[in-house]
């Protein structure tokens, strides 16, 4: 059984930075498609940052500059470095893992990253 577990997240004041981490249990990650989402209240969901199989890197154009997703293989897990965060930042963060060509698609239960003074 594959679980996605977010940990990381937290109160921030702007500027300031924070690192999320998206561990695998049960599958290895390099495998799948992997992304980084997030949820604001009364919002969408939307992508925040995708890291293919390959390793191709695609940023919403929000973040470009100041997020970095990357993955471990060897600690099978996912990262997402944020800095220079701002209030409209302040979301809860879901990591995702797709394998391809597969109905295979997984969540984890996500994490808080609130930006405030």
């Known amino acids: 059984q594959v679980r996605l577990v977010e940990s990381g997240g937290g109160l921030v004041q702007p500027g300031g930075s924070l690192r999320l981490s998206c561990f695998a249990a049960g599958t290895r990650l390099s495998a799948f498609d992997m992304g980084w989402y997030r949820q604001a209240p009364g919002k969408q969901r939307e992508l925040v940052a995708s890291?293919?199989?390959?390793?191709?890197?695609n940023y919403a154009d929000s973040v470009k500059g100041r997020f970095t997703i990357s993955r471990d293989s060897a600690e099978n897990t996912l990262y997402l470095q944020m800095s220079s965060l701002k209030p409209e930042d302040t979301a809860v963060y879901s990591c995702n893992a797709r394998l391809p060509s597969s109905a295979y698609n997984f969540w984890g239960q996500g994490t808080q990253v609130t930006v405030s003074s």
């Open positions: 890291i293919g199989k390959s390793g191709s890197i």
